[in-house]
């Protein structure tokens, strides 16, 4: 099976921060190798890097400003399923605790560091897409899961 991945999960400096991780080394080679997408759904939105962190609120997503930014993450999330339909990837995995990625938890929108069960704009959409939705944390959890994945 065909993956989109997180972009940052990939080494892409695409983080509010500027940032990105470079502790998973497999997920980069499964993108060098064509058999995986990165996608970033908040640059996808339209959104700069670095930009100023944002926190899901209930249905909302707002910035630690306090400016609603629920448009670029909707955006950003339809945009970045389109682009995994288009390659034909039938799974993601996704960067925990963002408000666009996240797949068990995020923030609790109140720029306090506090993580709540939740999931972030984009994991959402893909779900509803029909998306086997994923973390970095199943990757941990799982020594196997990505194999399996591919496998399929
Ligand atoms: Fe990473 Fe997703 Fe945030 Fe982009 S939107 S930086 S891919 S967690």
């Not at 640059?43 to 707002?62: F, I, N, Q, S």
């Not at 938890?105 to 972030?120: L, S």
């Not at 990757?139 to 496998?151: E, G, M, V, Y």
């Amino acid at each position: 099976m065909r993956l989109a991945i997180s972009a940052c999960l990939c080494g892409c400096r695409c983080r509010y921060d500027g940032g990105g991780y470079d502790q998973y080394p497999q997920l980069r080679r499964l993108v060098a190798r064509g058999e995986a997408i990165a996608v970033c759904p908040e640059v996808l939105g339209g959104l700069p890097t670095p930009r100023t962190p944002c926190e899901r609120r209930g249905a909302r997503v707002v910035d630690a400003r306090g400016v609603d930014r629920t448009e670029a993450y909707r955006m950003g999330a339809a945009r970045a399923v389109a682009r995994a339909c288009s390659f034909g990837a039938g799974a993601v995995i996704l960067k925990e605790k963002s408000p666009s990625c996240g797949t068990y938890y995020v923030y609790n929108g109140r720029f306090a560091r506090k993580i709540i069960q939740g999931q972030g704009i984009a994991s959402e959409r893909f779900r509803a897409a029909g998306f086997g939705v994923y973390s970095e944390m199943d990757l941990a959890r799982d020594a196997q899961l990505l194999a399996a994945l591919c496998a399929r």
